[in-house]
């Protein structure tokens, strides 16, 4: 043990007063009232180890705090409202109706070729609710000619058994609308 004492020197010296100071600090708690409490200092001995200073008020800046509550509401009620539209917009049914889209003939000449959803953002409106089996949406498209459509699709089930029953599923160019439903092979979706 001496030895060990004796080639460590400096580190056991270290030790020694972290002791020292840790006994201290143990002492004082527990003579507690018969002692005034030394500060723990950090090494530059400037700082105190703990923080004496009052506490914030809460209710201080009233308006402030309302203020970013309001933004934090919208900012959630924003992104809620893209996440949603995002499932909309990555439904089998709109998927399915954009396909029908991009293989019908009289959309191609109306539209031209790579028919997508026009905007940079694509938005699906209405009520898109499959397990109710209830479809009544609408949605903006473009092609290559640059020209925008608007797509409707209503459709609605009586149970979860039955095929949707399309009602209406048509797109509008200008003033010139388009039946999806009269066309071969597009009854179902």
Known sequence: MLRLAAKSGSKMGNQ????????????????????????IVLKNKSKPLRI??????PTKDK???????????VAIGVSLACIFNYEKTQSPIVSNSLYHMRRSQAIRDLLGDSIDFDGLVPWVFGDLNQVAGRV??????????????????????????????????????????????????????
Request: glycine share 8%.
């Open 63 to 73: 308006m402030k705090n309302r203020v970013q509550l309001g933004l934090f509401v």
């Open 136 to 189: 009544n949406i609408s949605f903006y498209i473009k092609g290559s000619k640059n020209v925008q459509g608007v797509v409707k699709l209503v459709a609605d089930r009586e149970n979860k058994h039955q095929e949707f029953l399309i009602h209406d599923w048509s797109v509008t160019v200008g003033d010139r609308k388009i039946d999806l439903l009269s066309e071969e092979g597009t009854r179902s979706l």
């Open 16 to 39: 020694h007063r972290l002791l020292g100071v840790l006994y201290r600090s143990f002492s004082v708690r527990v003579n507690g009232a018969s002692q005034a409490a030394e500060p």
């Open 52 to 57: 004496e200073r009052e506490l914030p008020d």
